[in-house]
């Protein structure tokens, strides 16, 4: 019996780990952490046993920070 091989392409799965996120975004898990307290990136959902974001609207938070240039971290860097 042939094993089926699963193919992700240029893309993170839909829904990722708190380890996945971290690595998409080349940073640590705590930075991940620390940035949902921050609120620099969304909080996740429980499903089922598991934590996950969606990576949708993880590129969203993203998306939005650039936009419009409101980064609290930079801004508080601004006044020091």
Do not use: H
């Amino acid at each position: 019996m042939a094993r089926s091989r699963v193919i992700l392409g240029d893309r993170p799965p839909s829904y990722v780990s708190r380890a996945t996120l971290a690595a998409e975004l080349d940073m640590s898990e705590s930075t991940v952490d620390a940035y949902v307290q921050r609120g620099l990136l969304p909080k996740p959902f429980k499903w089922g046993g598991s934590v996950r974001w969606s990576w949708a609207d993880v590129q969203a938070c993203l998306d939005a920070q650039v936009a419009g240039g409101d980064d609290p971290f930079m801004n508080g860097v601004d006044n020091v």
